[in-house]
């Protein structure tokens, strides 16, 4: 008798693993191939944006581009904070937010917005693995693990850090908690979306650097580097928070808000006289992580032209604009205190990704492994 339901147990094990596996494969495939797409479009869009200067004009008329695809989707005002009501209360998505919040993004970036990507990748991931398990009958529980998955493997094939993303789904819904039975379905998917996107020529985030040794004096120098990012990730936080309060406060419609912002964020970059803050800025968080380079002021100018973007309706993601604060801010503040310039910026995108964005909040947890996994494993042991 007992050991036919041992072998009822293991069977039932083994179903389960098998289940999660198609679930996890048909998942990553899909979000392999779109988030490849996606990286690719996003790319192009930033190429086309340096080649033709003028198209930071086309702004505002992207925003109300915007505004109409998420009306007539009837998909206005979801975002990443309905991914994560999704896991935790079982909340349905539309299948209308991916193409929403693919051909949003790729619009922001197109004609010069500041934002990053994960934010419009957490979304898409998100519903793609909540319709992927619909396809199995899953059901209310195993929808919200399957919505995890996706929202791993779509990260991955993104940034090209399985690892990363499968930690960082599994404790990003609820902070301090961990979705350890996520695990297995998260990983699967990471892989099999990152196999798929390099497949597709897409090449995974990483940055050269060199760590200086290691001592005590050091070290207190680096903790006194990690008080002033905790206090500019304060800033950031407080900023977006208060910017897209204040904009849907006093410009409810969100026709005018989006027209005005745009505006804002034209009237930005020639005030500033440059368009390093137009877009995500990869190119200059490469210069200050490879090359120790940043300018003084860059790290508030990207706060401020983030918070401008976001508020007024355009679509992206805060972690990319994270990465760009800590970096640039460790890169300038680092040698003040006798820290090589290119060893901060490695270092700072972490603090500053885990105080935050306001919507779907980095845990601390998951910063480390995200910084280790773009430059390489010598940071952790």
């Given at each position: 008798?007992?050991?036919?339901?041992?072998?009822?147990?293991?069977?039932?094990?083994?179903?389960?693993?098998?289940?999660?596996?198609?679930?996890?494969?048909?998942?990553?495939?899909?979000?392999?191939?779109?988030?490849?797409?996606?990286?690719?479009?996003?790319?192009?869009?930033?190429?086309?944006?340096?080649?033709?200067?003028?198209?930071?004009?086309?702004?505002?008329?992207?925003?109300?581009?915007?505004?109409?695809?998420?009306?007539?989707?009837?998909?206005?005002?979801?975002?990443?904070?309905?991914?994560?009501?999704?896991?935790?209360?079982?909340?349905?998505?539309?299948?209308?937010?991916?193409?929403?919040?693919?051909?949003?993004?790729i619009l922001t970036h197109l004609c010069g917005g500041s934002a990053g990507r994960e934010g419009a990748a957490l979304q898409m991931g998100g519903t793609?693995?909540?319709?992927?398990?619909?396809?199995?009958?899953?059901?209310?529980?195993?929808?919200?693990?399957?919505?995890?998955?996706?929202?791993?493997?779509?990260?991955?094939?993104?940034?090209?850090?399985?690892?990363?993303?499968?930690?960082?789904?599994?404790?990003?819904?609820?902070?301090?908690?961990?979705?350890?039975?996520?695990?297995?379905?998260?990983?699967?998917?990471?892989?099999?979306?990152?196999?798929?996107?390099?497949?597709?020529?897409?090449?995974?985030?990483?940055?050269?650097?060199?760590?200086?040794?290691?001592?005590?004096?050091?070290?207190?120098?680096?903790?006194?580097?990690?008080?002033?990012?905790?206090?500019?990730?304060?800033?950031?936080?407080?900023?977006?928070?208060?910017?897209?309060?204040?904009?849907?406060k006093r410009l409810p419609n969100a026709w005018l808000r989006v027209l005005v912002g745009g505006g804002a964020v034209i009237a930005l970059t020639y005030?500033?006289?440059?368009?390093?803050?137009?877009?995500?800025?990869?190119?200059?968080?490469?210069?200050?992580?490879?090359?120790?380079?940043?300018?003084?002021?860059?790290?508030?100018?990207?706060?401020?032209?983030?918070?401008?973007?976001?508020?007024?309706?355009?679509?992206?993601?805060?972690?990319?604009?994270?990465?760009?604060?800590?970096?640039?801010?460790?890169?300038?503040?680092?040698?003040?205190?006798?820290?090589?310039?290119?060893?901060?910026?490695?270092?700072?995108?972490?603090?500053?990704?885990?105080?935050?964005?306001?919507?779907?909040?980095?845990?601390?947890?998951?910063?480390?492994?995200?910084?280790?996994?773009?430059?390489?494993?010598?940071?952790?042991?």
């Amino acid at each position: 008798m007992e050991k036919e339901h041992g072998h009822t147990h293991v069977g039932l094990y083994v179903q389960a693993m098998a289940k999660w596996l198609a679930v996890a494969l048909v998942t990553g495939v899909c979000c392999g191939v779109v988030g490849s797409l996606f990286h690719i479009g996003v790319e192009r869009a930033t190429e086309l944006r340096e080649q033709h200067p003028w198209l930071l004009w086309c702004l505002p008329a992207a925003g109300l581009v915007i505004v109409a695809f998420y009306k007539l989707t009837k998909t206005e005002g979801q975002g990443t904070n309905d991914i994560i009501d999704a896991v935790h209360h079982g909340k349905p998505l539309s299948i209308w937010l991916l193409p929403a919040i693919f051909l949003g993004t790729i619009l922001t970036h197109l004609c010069g917005g500041s934002a990053g990507r994960e934010g419009a990748a957490l979304q898409m991931g998100g519903t793609i693995g909540r319709h992927a398990g619909n396809l199995f009958n899953l059901d209310d529980r195993d929808l919200r693990t399957a919505t995890m998955a996706g929202m791993a493997a779509f990260f991955s094939a993104l940034f090209g850090t399985p690892l990363t993303a499968t930690v960082f789904a599994i404790v990003v819904i609820s902070i301090g908690v961990v979705y350890h039975v996520a695990f297995i379905p998260c990983l699967t998917a990471s892989l099999v979306a990152y196999w798929i996107s390099v497949e597709l020529g897409v090449a995974p985030t990483r940055f050269s650097v060199a760590a200086p040794e290691l001592e005590k004096l050091m070290l207190l120098r680096v903790a006194v580097l990690g008080v002033g990012c905790a206090l500019v990730s304060v800033l950031l936080c407080r900023t977006l928070h208060f910017a897209e309060h204040q904009m849907k406060k006093r410009l409810p419609n969100a026709w005018l808000r989006v027209l005005v912002g745009g505006g804002a964020v034209i009237a930005l970059t020639y005030l500033c006289g440059t368009r390093d803050y137009n877009g995500a800025g990869m190119d200059l968080i490469t210069a200050a992580v490879e090359q120790g380079t940043a300018r003084p002021e860059a790290f508030l100018l990207k706060i401020l032209f983030t918070a401008v973007t976001l508020s007024a309706g355009f679509k992206g993601g805060e972690v990319v604009p994270s990465f760009f604060v800590g970096a640039t801010f460790g890169c300038v503040a680092g040698p003040l205190l006798g820290i090589p310039a290119g060893f901060p910026p490695r270092r700072w995108g972490g603090p500053l990704c885990s105080a935050g964005p306001p919507t779907a909040r980095w845990p601390p947890s998951s910063c480390p492994w995200s910084c280790s996994g773009m430059v390489g494993c010598c940071i952790l042991p």
